[in-house]
T-cell receptor
Framework: AQSVTQLDSQVPVFEEAPVELRCNYSSSVSVYLFWYVQYPNQGLQLLLKYLSGSTLVKGINGFEAEFNKSQTSFHLRKPSVHISDTAEYFC???????????FGKGTRLSVIA | DVKVTQSSRYLVKRTGEKVFLECVQD?????MFWYRQDPGLGLRLIYFSYDVKMKEKGDIPEGYSVSREKKERFSLILESASTNQTSMYLCASNPTGTVNEKLFFGSGTQLSVL
């Protein structure tokens, strides 16, 4: 079975600084990888996804992630964060086919003015 | 605009009560899911359904059941609520055959069992 580990439960960062949120997965088969974001008092929404092809994936709001098969990682990055990026971020994995997503425990990003 | 609607934002129930959480989507999606979200534990899958009258157990189905009588509605049932079922419950949907692309989430129901 696949699983996801988000290495940091909380990440505080100053406004306009770069940020990296780390995600490692384990699976014996090919996987699809996702990052979702949950703003305060809202449901989750998709930030970006890796299905195949280029290992560098760009998403909404200036975020990007890089799929690294050898390190089984899918870290999320943004070169300059804003206050509005304060939210909880979830990494998720799915096997090929129509199988449900398995989510990580989440990383709470706090952007400080 | 696509929409997944959960009937209650906040719900308070007593231990032993039977609780129904309702979820409706207006996108004609085949797949529907129930997750619970707890601080430090992330999202955990309770049940999912790929079609009307079909259901599959997720990772933590104990104490829960589901009903999918119509394509647009997926209900989560707590047969006898317990305090350890106090949680945020999230419903989601997506169309079949899309390799689990974008899940559409509702805003969640915060359930407190006293």
């Amino acid at each position: 079975a696949q699983s996801v580990t988000q290495l940091d439960s909380q990440v505080p960062v100053f406004e306009e600084a770069p940020v990296e949120l780390r995600c490692n997965y384990s699976s014996s088969v090919s996987v699809y990888l996702f990052w979702y974001v949950q703003y305060p008092n809202q449901g989750l929404q998709l930030l970006l996804k890796y299905l195949s092809g280029s290992t560098l994936v760009k998403g909404i709001n200036g975020f990007e992630a890089e799929f690294n098969k050898s390190q089984t990682s899918f870290h999320l990055r943004k070169p300059s964060v804003h206050i509005s990026d304060t939210a909880e971020y979830f990494c998720a994995v799915s096997k090929a086919g129509n199988t449900p997503l398995v989510f990580g425990k989440g990383t709470r990003l706090s952007v400080i003015a | 605009d696509v929409k997944v609607t959960q009937s209650s934002r906040y719900l308070v129930k007593r231990t032993g009560e039977k609780v129904f959480l309702e979820c409706v989507q207006d996108m004609d999606h085949e797949n529907m899911f129930w997750y619970r979200q707890d601080p430090g534990l992330g999202l955990r899958l309770i049940y999912f359904s790929y079609d009307v009258k079909m259901k599959e157990k997720g990772d933590i189905p104990e104490g829960y059941s589901v009903s999918r009588e119509k394509k647009e509605r997926f209900s989560l049932i707590l047969e006898s609520a317990s305090t350890n079922q106090t949680s945020m419950y999230l419903c989601a949907s997506n169309p079949t055959g899309t390799v689990n692309e974008k899940l559409f989430f509702g805003s969640g129901t915060q359930l407190s069992v006293l």
